[in-house]
T-cell receptor
Framework: GESVGLHLPTLSVQEGDNSIINCAYS??????FIWYKQESGKGPQFIID?????DKRQGQRVTVLLNKTVKHLSLQIAATQPGDSAVYFC????????????FGAGTRLFVKA | EPEVTQTPSHQVTQMGQEVILRCVPI?????FYWYRQILGQKVEFLVS????????KSEIFDDQFSVERPDGSNFTLKIRSTKLEDSAMYFC????????????FGPGTRLTVT
């Protein structure tokens, strides 16, 4: 079936530490996996995506890892800053040809100063 | 920096009434989407739109919903006869050719059905 879920609803980290947000997915046929950030009162903001034929992709201060064997996706944020406090959603794009994106339940990241 | 805009920011309507939510996607984008988010819950896909037709829709997007691109800049979501459970934040998003899944979201319209 189509479902994307998150291991933890909240994550609290100290400013400057690295954050790791995890996600499990169930649809093996998805083309892309994506991470979005949503700040309070705003729409989701694209962070990074990874194609299903890749294991790792790096962006600015973020790294996404994809483990297809265990259907696991993670987002690593280096040197977490107060501005990183938000809800993070993983999402997947089933290979249905219609550009559908399925979001997971979200993890709230708190950054302690 | 170009951005997706949505109007109104908040819409209050009575059950059974029709509402139209409006969006102006980023000008060079070709793919358009509507999502909804019930308070405190995850973002749910409603519909994707490309080349003046629906590409895919979810089970939420029933006959009460329709989308339209009436001109070269606007993209609208119409709910024909609103129900209490339609109360949610509705987000429009757009993306460009070659980066389909790098979607840019608008600030949302909060729809309250009373």
């Amino acid at each position: 079936g189509e479902s994307v879920g998150l291991h933890l609803p909240t994550l609290s980290v100290q400013e400057g530490d690295n954050s790791i947000i995890n996600c499990a997915y169930s649809n093996s046929a998805s083309d892309y996996f994506i991470w979005y950030k949503q700040e309070s009162g705003k729409g989701p903001q694209f962070i990074i995506d990874i194609r299903s034929n890749m294991d790792k992709r790096q962006g600015q201060r973020v790294t996404v890892l994809l483990n297809k064997t265990v259907k696991h996706l993670s987002l690593q944020i280096a040197a977490t800053q107060p501005g990183d406090s938000a809800v993070y959603f993983c999402a997947e794009t089933p290979n249905t040809g219609g550009f559908k994106t399925i979001f997971g339940a979200g993890t709230r990241l708190f950054v302690k100063a | 920096e170009p951005e997706v805009t949505q109007t109104p920011s908040h819409q209050v309507t009575q059950m059974g009434q029709e509402v139209i939510l409006r969006c102006v996607p980023i000008s060079n984008h070709l793919y358009f989407y509507w999502y909804r988010q019930i308070l405190g819950q995850k973002v749910e896909f409603l519909v994707s739109f490309y080349n003046n037709e629906i590409s895919e829709k979810s089970e939420i997007f029933d006959d009460q919903f329709s989308v339209e691109r009436p001109d070269g800049s606007n993209f609208t979501l119409k709910i024909r006869s609103t129900k209490l459970e339609d109360s949610a934040m509705y987000f429009c998003a757009s993306s460009e050719q070659g980066a389909l899944y790098e979607q840019y979201f608008g600030p949302g319209t909060r729809l309250t059905v009373t």
